[in-house]
């Protein structure tokens, strides 16, 4: 079993920035996917970066260039660093690991972007 804790999400206006983490723990293979998705008010669940053990990255459309995600091998951590935030980018940020075929998720962390 995986476990993940996010942590960072608050309150910021638009403009701002706001840095999230996330601490994966239990049996975690040296070759997976961490990443980052949110939910929206309303709205399904959609990606938001990826990253790879050997530090490949994607990002969906609307926050390249504004966010960066990163990761600790050594200590099974990821980051996401959000810089210009707007309100749209307002939801729950969920951490996310895939390993060997099976997907496992943080409870997530509130971000609210006001304008």
């Known amino acids: 079993q995986v476990q993940l804790v996010e942590s960072g999400g608050g309150l910021v206006q638009a403009g701002g920035s706001l840095r999230l983490s996330c601490a994966a723990s239990?049996?975690?293979?040296?070759?997976?996917?961490m990443g980052w998705f949110r939910q929206a008010p309303g709205k399904q669940r959609e990606l938001v970066a990826t990253?790879?053990?050997?530090?490949?990255?994607n990002y969906v459309d609307s926050v390249k260039g504004r966010f960066t995600i990163s990761r600790d091998n050594t200590k099974n951590t990821v980051s996401l660093q959000m810089n210009d935030l707007k309100p749209e980018d307002t939801g729950v940020y969920h951490c996310?690991?895939?390993?060997?075929?099976?997907?496992?998720w943080g409870k997530g962390t509130l971000v609210t972007v006001s304008s």
């Open positions: 996310n690991l895939a390993q060997r075929g099976f997907g496992y």
């Open positions: 239990g049996s975690i293979f040296s070759f997976n996917v």
């Open positions: 990253i790879t053990s050997s530090s490949s990255t």
